[in-house]
């Protein structure tokens, strides 16, 4: 049996975890306007069904890695809130984690959009 109230709670606690992230991570804004400009040209040129999707998948695995990066951060600053050579390569391990997706992500869009613009 379904727990309604339990499953709204947990969309309570989901979409206030959005909002913190909106208002605290830079990064994370500025790759939802990013995401919001490919989902408008999505539907500005004709794009099949597949690619679409593709890109959706592409700005959800970029938007949750993002999230996990911001994650693995905030656990490490409680774990060790002074200066740490090895806390600062755990993190910069999970930031280059995002940017190899982001990366990708570029070039999907690119083999994408380019053929619809040139």
């Known amino acids: ?19 913190l992230v909106i ?17 408008f040209f ?12 593709v890109l959706m998948l592409a700005i959800v695995l970029v938007l949750s890695l993002e999230l996990l ?9 409680l774990l060790q809130p002074n200066f740490d050579h090895k806390i600062r390569r755990i993190k910069d391990l999970s930031a280059s984690a995002v940017l190899m997706v982001t990366i990708g992500s570029v070039f999907v869009g ?5 053929p619809h613009v040139l």
């Open 23 to 39: 208002r605290e991570e830079q990064t994370f804004r500025i790759q939802m306007i990013a995401a919001i400009l490919v989902v």
């Open 42 to 53: 999505m539907f500005y040129f004709p794009l099949s069904s597949s690619e679409r999707a």
């Open 69 to 77: 990066n911001s994650q693995i951060e905030r656990i490490l600053d």
């Open 110 to 114: 690119l083999l994408i959009f380019l």
């Open 1 to 19: 049996m379904i727990n309604f109230r339990k499953l709204r709670l947990a969309f309570k606690v989901a979409f206030r975890g959005f909002g």
